[in-house]
């Protein structure tokens, strides 16, 4: 059985023991969603200060909520629309030090106050994206997009 370890060391060590969590909870399985359950609960369990995480998933041109870790969420974000949307259609991460000062910011969680969006790409196609919301501005710096983006790549890998 997988056990989620605990470090005290710095954060860029805390974020290698995850990437090293996250490949024994993914080795061996292929089931999209459990694995994208099981990443979603493993960076709910590892990151503070977040009052939401988790997956949606690619459907023609929309994403579609998929698992996650929080409060009930918007089911269906268009391409284009809201952080996550924006980030699916230009594929690249977005970084929000304020959601209430994003150009058409959709609030599913009136708490949310920062948000990093990375899309989730397989074979040059924006496959989903990884959502992460905060309840605090400017929660997300850049360690955390760099290593949260090395996360997804692993992920991608098994899904």
């Not at 490949?23 to 939401?52: C, H, M, T, V, Y």
């Not at 708490?111 to 790409?121: C, F, G, K, N, R």
């Not at 992460?132 to 890998?157: G, T, W, Y």
Request: hydrophobic share 40%; with cysteine.
């Amino acid at each position: 059985m997988f056990k989620v370890q605990s470090y005290d060391g710095n954060r860029q060590d805390q974020y290698n023991l995850l990437k090293k969590q996250l490949s024994a909870l993914l080795e061996g399985e292929s089931n999209q969603i459990a694995n994208l359950s099981n990443a979603s609960a493993l960076l709910n369990q590892f990151l503070d200060r977040i009052n939401w995480v988790g997956f949606y998933l690619t459907e023609d041109q929309e994403l579609v909520l998929g698992p996650f870790q929080g409060l009930p969420a918007c089911v269906r974000i268009p391409f284009g629309k809201g952080v996550c949307g924006t980030s699916a259609s230009q594929k690249k991460t977005l970084r929000v030090e304020d959601v209430h000062q994003f150009p058409g910011h959709i609030a599913c969680d009136a708490a949310s106050q920062s948000e990093i969006v990375i899309p989730l790409i397989k074979d040059g196609q924006v496959i989903g994206v990884l959502d992460i919301d905060s309840p605090e501005k400017n929660r997300f710096d850049e360690v955390d997009q760099e290593n949260l983006e090395a996360f997804v790549e692993e992920l991608v890998r098994y899904i």
